[in-house]
């Protein structure tokens, strides 16, 4: 959330033309859908997750780091820049066997990536992807020469284009009995269960060396892929008996499964936050920016959620304050007063957490107890419905979500918990917001995407739309309807004014049009999703005071729109 205003975040993508797919088609390149590779016993890569860094690794020209999100498996993946004349090719040098067969494949993301062989005495391999909106896996093979005792492999990107990921590098074949890779991981022991909710399980299990991330098993299926030791698995059924199981992986493979466990989730108790069906969320400034300044008994009547920003971190890891800002000259009692009144007319107030300048970190588990604790006694203090999570710089999602489940054990069935990543972190389930709003589906209220700020960005057509459109709003939610969020769980994310963001800002008549296509089929653009979703929670906006500031115009043009869907 851009609070008040910072600089865009673009994520332009150029497609080349003819004159590149001329070029690649000379160097006798590929473009390949990956198709997946065959598990060895045997990964020749060192550090093949990127879980010790760049160990291993040299990138051209600095290009490269290790990310903790995107990650396709483990905690890590690289992430290298291409820069004026460099493409940021990332290598490393594998001992092979000569006169020998090898499969090479790693999990990409990003616009004309590539992986590829040298070295290899024979024909050098080399295959690419124009665009890997989210997780793709790329995948050749190559034979080595009579001489050949070590290859070189790589990745690369393209000039010109902006950054790529990539994870879970393989070269499987004949090894150097010196240099044996890393092997399949054991199974893992000590899986235990127990029935979290009316309709999640939470599982747990003991670590198994060598293991970058585990397959979770509902009944047989695979329901989930965590990078810890712990997973919740929801949208389960009430009193109902599920069997489940866990893999471990690697870049080699995955391992045998776990002895199986069988429980039984309990009774169903009815309630939860009492949200209409469709609803409008707005924030209010606990600052003065330039905007109008409001009190919470100003807020325009068309909000049915009211996110409060923002809590302060305090020097506690994970905890956090609420102070009012004396510049508002706003009444600690005044202020509860008027929660309570927006509360019985059928609103919701939750403390929002985070921002742009927001530095709260959940890391491990002593901060995510740190965070419940808190923010359950700012609800107590205050009246907060709910909470916010609106953390711009990052998130844990394996500790954020264990955060969220202690405030929800804690605040009980009614407890509102809405998020507004950037787009950007929206684009794939792998990514760590998205994975944290899977995570707690159960509980979740709405996912408000701030859809601005974002420059241009992939749609799940995998085509890319550039912000301030109709085609932007929809081709993105489309991103998260498809990627398993419930239609009541997602909500358009837009500034109320274009003095309230950097860039994005359409009219309310666009946002009613984007909830239009997406609920109905109708007023779309030129994107139009296959299957529509009624039940569309509906919008967001920052910020209230920007909205009083132009007039309450967006408030009194998407509010009864929103209201009115079906």
Same mark, same amino acid.
């Given at each position: 959330?851009?609070?008040?205003?910072?600089?865009?975040?673009?994520?332009?993508?150029?497609?080349?033309?003819?004159?590149?797919?001329?070029?690649?088609?000379?160097?006798?390149?590929?473009?390949?859908?990956?198709?997946?590779? /065959?598990?060895?016993?045997?990964?020749? %890569?060192?550090?093949?997750?990127?879980?010790?860094?760049?160990?291993?690794?040299?990138?051209?020209?600095?290009?490269?780091?290790?990310?903790?999100?995107?990650?396709?498996?483990?905690?890590?993946?690289?992430?290298?820049?291409?820069?004026?004349?460099?493409?940021?090719?990332? &290598?490393?040098?594998?001992?092979?066997?000569?006169?020998?067969?090898?499969?090479?494949?790693?999990?990409?993301?990003?616009?004309?990536?590539?992986?590829?062989?040298?070295?290899?005495?024979?024909?050098?391999?080399?295959?690419?992807?124009?665009?890997?909106?989210?997780?793709?896996?790329?995948? =050749?093979?190559?034979?080595?020469?009579?001489?050949?005792?070590?290859?070189?492999?790589?990745?690369?990107?393209?000039?010109?284009?902006?950054?790529?990921?990539?994870?879970?590098?393989?070269?499987?074949?004949? !090894?150097?009995?010196?240099?044996?890779?890393?092997? %399949?991981?054991?199974?893992? !022991?000590?899986?235990?269960?127990?029935?979290?909710?009316?309709?999640?399980?939470?599982?747990?299990?003991?670590?198994?060396?060598?293991?970058?991330?585990?397959? %979770?098993?509902?009944?047989? =299926?695979?329901? *989930?892929?965590?990078? !810890?030791?712990?997973?919740?698995?929801?949208?389960?059924?009430?009193?109902?008996?599920?069997?489940?199981?866990?893999?471990?992986?690697?870049?080699?493979?995955?391992?045998?499964?776990?002895?199986?466990?069988?429980?039984?989730?309990? &009774?169903?108790?009815?309630?939860?936050?009492?949200?209409?069906?469709?609803?409008?969320?707005?924030?209010? *400034?606990?600052?003065?920016?330039?905007?109008?300044? *409001?009190?919470?008994?100003?807020?325009?009547?068309?909000?049915?959620? @009211?996110?409060?920003?923002?809590?302060?971190?305090?020097?506690?890891?994970?905890?956090?304050?609420?102070?009012?800002?004396?510049?508002?000259?706003?009444?600690?009692?005044?202020?509860?007063?008027?929660?309570?009144?927006?509360?019985?007319?059928?609103?919701?107030?939750? @403390?929002?957490?985070?921002?742009?300048?927001?530095?709260?970190?959940?890391?491990?588990?002593?901060?995510?107890?740190?965070?419940?604790?808190?923010?359950?006694?700012?609800?107590?203090?205050? +009246?907060?419905?709910?909470?916010?999570?609106?953390?711009?710089?990052?998130?844990?999602?394996?500790?954020?979500?264990?955060?969220?489940?202690?405030?929800?054990?804690?605040?009980?069935?009614?407890?509102?918990?809405?998020?507004?990543?950037?787009?950007?972190?929206?684009?794939?389930?792998?990514?760590?917001?998205?994975?944290?709003?899977?995570? @707690?589906?159960?509980?979740?209220?709405?996912?408000?995407?701030?859809?601005?700020?974002?420059?241009?960005?992939?749609?799940?057509?995998?085509?890319?739309?550039? *912000?301030?459109?109709?085609?932007?709003?929809?081709?993105?939610?489309?991103?998260?309807?498809?990627?398993?969020?419930?239609?009541?769980?997602?909500?358009?994310?837009?500034?109320?004014?274009?003095?309230?963001?950097?860039?994005?800002?359409?009219?309310?008549?666009?946002?009613?049009?984007?909830?239009?296509?997406?609920?109905?089929?109708?007023?779309?653009?030129?994107?139009?999703?296959?299957?529509?979703?009624?039940? @569309?929670?509906?919008?967001?906006?920052?910020?209230?005071?920007?909205?009083?500031?132009? +007039?309450?115009?967006?408030?009194?043009?998407?509010?009864? /729109? %929103?209201?009115?869907?079906?």
């Amino acid at each position: 959330m851009e609070h008040p205003i910072r600089s865009n975040r673009t994520g332009t993508r150029r497609r080349l033309g003819t004159l590149l797919a001329t070029a690649l088609a000379a160097a006798g390149l590929t473009a390949l859908g990956g198709s997946p590779a /065959h598990a060895a016993d045997v990964n020749l %890569v060192r550090n093949p997750g990127f879980e010790s860094g760049l160990s291993n690794w040299t990138c051209s020209s600095d290009s490269g780091t290790t990310v903790t999100s995107p990650a396709h498996s483990g905690t890590s993946a690289l992430k290298a820049t291409p820069a004026g004349s460099d493409d940021a090719r990332c &290598a490393q040098t594998v001992s092979v066997r000569p006169n020998s067969s090898y499969t090479l494949s790693a999990w990409v993301q990003g616009s004309y990536v590539y992986l590829g062989a040298s070295g290899t005495g024979t024909t050098d391999v080399s295959t690419w992807t124009p665009s890997a909106s989210g997780w793709q896996q790329l995948s =050749t093979t190559f034979s080595t020469g009579a001489n050949t005792t070590s290859v070189t492999v790589y990745t690369h990107g393209w000039y010109g284009q902006p950054a790529y990921v990539a994870d879970d590098v393989a070269l499987t074949g004949p !090894g150097d009995p010196g240099d044996p890779g890393d092997p %399949v991981p054991a199974a893992p !022991g000590g899986l235990t269960a127990k029935a979290a909710s009316s309709s999640s399980v939470a599982l747990t299990w003991n670590p198994v060396s060598g293991a970058t991330g585990y397959n %979770v098993y509902q009944d047989g =299926t695979k329901a *989930q892929s965590v990078s !810890g030791t712990s997973a919740t698995v929801t949208g389960l059924a009430p009193s109902t008996s599920y069997r489940f199981e866990v893999a471990a992986t690697n870049a080699a493979g995955e391992s045998a499964r776990s002895t199986a466990v069988t429980v039984t989730t309990g &009774a169903g108790s009815g309630g939860g936050p009492s949200v209409p069906k469709h609803a409008v969320t707005g924030y209010w *400034q606990n600052f003065d920016n330039g905007a109008k300044v *409001q009190k919470i008994s100003d807020v325009q009547s068309q909000y049915d959620i @009211i996110a409060v920003a923002f809590a302060d971190a305090t020097a506690t890891p994970g905890a956090v304050s609420f102070t009012l800002d004396p510049a508002l000259n706003y009444s600690e009692a005044a202020f509860k007063a008027d929660i309570a009144a927006k509360q019985a007319a059928g609103k919701s107030v939750v @403390i929002s957490i985070g921002g742009e300048k927001g530095s709260v970190s959940v890391n491990d588990a002593a901060s995510a107890a740190n965070f419940a604790d808190s923010v359950y006694a700012l609800m107590q203090k205050y +009246g907060f419905n709910g909470v916010d999570i609106d953390l711009e710089n990052g998130l844990n999602p394996t500790y954020m979500t264990q955060a969220l489940r202690a405030l929800s054990a804690k605040a009980g069935s009614k407890l509102v918990i809405t998020m507004a990543p950037q787009t950007i972190d929206m684009q794939s389930p792998s990514a760590g917001y998205f994975r944290t709003a899977l995570n @707690i589906k159960d509980i979740l209220t709405v996912v408000n995407t701030q859809f601005y700020n974002s420059g241009s960005m992939n749609g799940c057509d995998g085509k890319v739309y550039s *912000q301030g459109t109709v085609d932007f709003l929809t081709a993105l939610a489309c991103v998260q309807l498809e990627g398993g969020l419930d239609p009541a769980q997602v909500g358009l994310g837009l500034p109320a004014s274009a003095r309230a963001a950097g860039g994005g800002y359409v009219a309310p008549s666009v946002v009613d049009n984007a909830l239009d296509c997406l609920a109905n089929g109708t007023n779309c653009g030129s994107f139009k999703p296959s299957r529509t979703y009624p039940g @569309i929670r509906g919008a967001m906006t920052w910020s209230t005071n920007w909205d009083a500031a132009a +007039g309450d115009a967006w408030s009194s043009g998407v509010g009864p /729109h %929103v209201h009115a869907l079906p």
